[in-house]
Structures are given as C-alpha cells and as structure tokens.
C-alpha cells in the first residue's frame, strides 16, 4: 500500500512530487529551460540538484543548451586578443565553463588560464602582511614561515646545490635563508656585495613566472641589490665557470675565511 501523500503542482510545472520519494516528469525539460533560462532555476522548480538537470539533458539528447543562447561570433578575437577565459565569461554573462567548451569546440588552442584573471598587486602583498601581523593567518603555514625568520620554505634544487659547491670552492660568503623586503626569498644571497643570484628552472619561462620575476627584481633593485639570473642548463654545464664570470663582472674577491649558511631542507618538517 502506497502511503505517499501527493503534493499539488504549481502551475507551469512538469513536476510530480511525493513524500518519501520524488517522480520528475523530464518530457518538457527543454522548454522548462528555455522558459526559466538556467539550470539552476530549473533545478529549484523540479525539487533536484543542477547536476541532475545537467545529465537528464546530456541523456534526452539537448546537449549544453546554456551555449546555444550565447553569441559565439566573435569568441576567436577575444581570446587572442589576450582576454581570459575567466574575463570572457564575465564579456558574455556566463560561466567559465561554456568558454572553455565552446573554444574546444571550435578547436581554440587553449592558453590553460582558466582561471588567472587576476595578479598580485603591491598593495595586496601590504595588506596580507598587515593580515599576517594580526595574527589572521596564526596556526597556518604562513603564519609559521613569518615565525621562523630567516628561514625559507623553499628546498635547494640539484642546480642550486651545484652553485653552493661552486662558490664555496670559489671562497665566497654566501647564506640561502634570507628574506628580502620581507617578501622574498633569494637563491643565494652573497655578503662581499649586495648581490643576489637566481638559478631558474623551467617554470622560469612561462609567461606569468616571468612577469613575476620581472616584478621581483625591479623591487629588489631598487633596494640596492643586483640579481644575477642563471638557468639550470648553465649551472649544470660548468657552475664554476658561472661563479668565475660572476667574479670577474662585480669584482668580487676570494676570502680568506668564508661564511656559509646553507638550508637543509624544508623549513616546516
């Protein structure tokens, strides 16, 4: 004996409801869509979850109707124009999703910055630090980085350990835990002069890690210091032939009582 109580219809809808179970009538799907416009406000009115009015739709054969209300003509000129996926959506009032199965649909060759519309600015790295002294990120990860000092998070790369050996043959003082303008974290810091080396992995090359980069050593320039950049192609070929042509460019002297002070690994473990 079936004890369900069955729940009147608002009028419009193309659902049944019962307590205790729920029957959806999917037939006017398609027009349920059109007429309320999204999955979400589909889902509100059929009583389920807009994954489920996603997969009746894929499963009757409607495929992504979202797309099809949206003006694609132009969506090449947008994005090699250099606009975002993210920034695209926001163009035409939709979701990050569609762009990116409208542009594999037309074959786009896509950049994969999904979601990178946005970059760190000076004056958010100033009010995360004023975050930080408050004490809004106490128990974390930063918070415990911030505590440690002059220690780093970062682990020495096999190229920077080759750089490491080369300057202490070199008899050069160096340390690989300090923290500049109290943001940064340099490779390798030397003491004879304000100098600051960067050995670079292929990360390096990407377009945001070297707008990055660029950033970086500007502040770091204009607070004295002078980055030297090297790959890891360089170091690994000869980095005593990358310290020795160091030397010669800044003038830099063997020492006769070199200090060293290098991390040992991951200063959180």
């Known amino acids: 004996m079936d004890n369900t109580e069955a729940i009147p219809p608002v009028e419009g809808e193309s659902v049944t409801t019962t307590r205790g179970a729920s029957r959806i009538d999917w037939s006017n799907l398609k027009q349920d869509y059109e007429r309320l416009g999204s999955l979400k406000a589909v889902a509100a009115e059929y009583g389920t979850t807009r994954n489920t009015v996603g997969y009746h739709m894929k499963a009757l054969g409607y495929g992504d109707l979202r797309s099809k209300n949206v003006d694609w003509s132009d969506l090449k000129e947008l994005y090699e124009s250099g606009m975002t996926q993210t920034q695209i959506a926001q163009h035409y009032g939709c979701s990050t999703s569609l762009v990116s199965g409208e542009m594999a649909r037309q074959g786009l060759n896509v950049r994969g910055d ?39 998070p970062k682990e020495n790369s096999p190229a920077e350990r080759l750089l490491h050996q080369a300057l202490i043959s070199a008899k050069l003082s160096f340390e690989t835990q300090s923290r500049e303008l109290d943001k940064y974290w340099p490779d390798v810091k030397l003491h004879q002069k304000s100098i600051i080396i960067e050995v670079d992995g292929w990360a390096h090359k990407m377009k945001e890690r070297a707008e990055y980069d660029a950033m970086r050593d500007a502040a770091l320039t204009k607070a004295g210091f002078t980055v030297i950049r090297l790959t890891n192609e360089q170091v690994e070929k000869d980095a005593d032939d990358c310290v020795s042509k160091i030397m010669q460019d800044h003038d830099l002297k063997p020492e006769e009582n070199p200090t060293v002070s290098i991390r040992e690994g991951r200063s959180y473990e």
């Open 114 to 152: 999904t979601n990178k519309g946005w970059k760190w600015t000076e004056v958010q790295y100033e009010k995360r630090q004023a975050a930080v002294e408050r004490g809004a990120f106490k128990g974390t990860k930063s918070e415990h980085f911030r505590r440690l000092g002059k220690k780093t």
